[in-house]
């Protein structure tokens, strides 16, 4: 029994070791599928301009910036902890729907752009993005949308805290890594082990700006329970969109239901 015992503990330990060592390739996956573009906005009959950005710690981003005739506002669009921006052309649709220009980037590491990521490095390019609008392309901050899916949810957040942009959308938000590392990893000590922290629960109690968190019940991913915290603890204005369908295709599923939604609080809480 022992012996086991000892086997048991080692086994438990070197688990606790790889979880600790390998936590940036657990997070970040820019190679899934791939990290090459798979399509670009011209495949849509989209205008387009690709656009690349220098970051204050001097890292050279791709993104992609797809103006609307006539465009209601601006939307900053940060994405997922995989794949890149070549995979958000069904998104970027709706937000054409919706009237607005999209200015989408893929972080330091994703798709065409250098550098490896980091949190403070994604911290640094969101800056980046937010600064050519303002600054390169002398939009006001007020017709600027801040917009996050998953892992951008907190890279929007984190931005908006600094900033006071018209508004701000998160889509399957979660609390912070430590508490998501908890709930994926139950039976270990992961919350201790997490050396970034995403805090999406602080952030937002910092964001004046009207706020929309969005998430489906169904979430395999991002337990929308953890959402629904994140909301709790933001300020108002702001309003809840529930949906149904999976991590990655909800708003696809809920399709109708999603257009709706943003465009209510765009034009009723953020006047926009």
């Known amino acids: 029994m022992l012996r086991w015992l000892m086997i048991f503990a080692v086994a438990y330990l070197a688990v606790l070791a790889l979880l600790w060592v390998f936590q940036n ?6 190679n899934m599928p791939t990290r090459d573009l798979q399509a670009d906005p011209a495949e849509r009959g989209w205008e ?12 050279e981003l791709h993104g992609w910036w797809i103006p609307a005739s006539e465009a209601r506002a601006s939307l900053i669009f940060f994405h997922g902890n995989a794949g ?13 729907e919706l009237g607005l220009s999209v200015l989408i980037i893929d972080y330091r590491g994703y798709g065409q ?11 640094q390019d969101a800056r980046a993005a937010w600064t ?27 931005l908006a805290r600094e900033h006071q942009p018209g508004a701000v959308i998160l889509e399957s938000a979660f609390r912070s890594v430590p508490e998501m590392a908890q709930a994926v990893y139950p039976f270990f000590p992961a919350r201790w082990l997490a050396r970034m922290d995403y805090d999406n629960e ?7 700006a009207p706020l929309l968190m969005v998430h489906s019940e169904d979430d395999e991913i991002i337990p929308y329970e953890q959402g629904r915290a994140v909301y709790e603890t933001a300020n108002q204005p702001k309003d ?17 239901r999603y257009i709706q939604g943003l465009d209510q609080f765009l034009s009723e809480l953020a006047g926009l």
């Open 25 to 30: 390739h657990l997070l970040y996956q820019p």
């Open 240 to 256: 809840f969109l529930t949906l149904q369908g999976g991590h990655n295709t909800g708003f696809l599923d809920s399709r109708q």
């Open 84 to 96: 890149n921006i070549s995979h958000r052309l069904e998104s970027i649709a709706i937000f054409r």
């Open 202 to 208: 602080a952030y937002v109690q910092d964001i004046q």
């Open 48 to 59: 387009y301009e690709d656009v690349h950005l220098s970051t204050g710690d001097g890292v």
């Open 113 to 123: 752009s250098e550098g490896s990521p980091s949190e403070g490095g994604l911290r």
């Open 132 to 158: 050519h609008l303002r600054e390169d392309r002398q939009i006001p901050a007020e017709d600027i949308v801040l917009f996050g899916r998953s892992l951008g949810s907190a890279v929007a957040s984190e």
